[in-house]
């Protein structure tokens, strides 16, 4: 079945720097990817997606380029603040299935200081 | 965005007792509502999908007789844990897909449960 693989954490940066954090995926067909963000204590916030390959999702910064080659969608920050700092989930689901849930990675924390 | 609250945000409860959690899409219908139990180490793990008018699919795992999920309406799902113990302690996540909107899943804030 489909499934996602994200780097394990947790990742720990300084302020300013760049991040990446890596994400691969194995699904039939042409999912839609995503890149969510929980803060703590709370639910799953959209970050970005891109629903077609080559498509590039950004948002607050962060940018992520889905690869069918690759089978990646690798998310990256060129500078980090210490307000990232949060658990970031990367996700697929088939497009135009409504009745389909989302498949996550496992997470990756990030936790930047100032 | 389209809006998902879910409540309560916490509940506490004594072992054997029973609690209900509601999940409303506040702007949208949504014809198919999600439930994801988050672990202590983060991972999402799916519970049960669960549709509009008919019975919830539960994942392989999931026990249907002791987490009850009831969709009565467009904008309602809920999720009752029966006969609660500790090891049911966890953060219960709810999200919707409106059908309108393409892929995107939508979530509420989540109902972290403690068991006494």
């Known amino acids: 079945g489909d499934s996602v693989t994200q780097m394990e954490g947790p990742v720990t940066l300084s302020e300013e720097a760049f991040l990446t954090i890596n994400c691969t995926y194995t699904?039939?067909?042409?999912?839609?990817l995503f890149w969510y963000v929980q803060y703590p204590g709370e639910g799953l916030q959209l970050l970005l997606k891109a629903t077609k390959a080559d498509d590039k999702g950004s948002n607050k910064g962060f940018e992520a380029t889905y690869r069918k080659e690759t089978t990646s969608f690798h998310l990256e920050k060129g500078s980090v603040q210490v307000s990232d700092s949060a658990v970031y989930f990367c996700a697929l689901t088939q497009a135009n299935q409504a009745g389909t849930a989302l498949i996550f990675g496992k997470g990756t924390t990030l936790s930047v200081s100032s | 965005g389209a809006v998902v609250s879910q409540h309560p945000s916490r509940v506490i409860c004594k072992s054997g007792t029973s609690v209900k959690i509601e999940c409303r899409s506040l702007d949208f219908q949504a014809t198919t509502m999600f439930w994801y139990r988050q672990f202590p180490k983060k991972s999402l793990m799916l519970m049960a999908t669960?549709?509009?008018?008919?019975?919830?699919?539960?994942e392989q795992g999931v026990e249907k007789d002791k987490f009850l999920i009831n969709h009565a309406s467009l904008t309602l799902s809920t999720l009752t844990v029966t006969s609660a113990h500790p090891e049911d302690s966890s953060f219960y996540i709810c999200s919707a897909r409106d059908r309108d909107r393409g892929t995107e899943a939508f979530f509420g804030q989540g109902t972290r449960l403690t068991v006494v």
């Open positions: 699904a039939t067909g042409y999912p839609s």
């Open positions: 669960s549709n509009e008018g008919s019975k919830a699919t539960y």
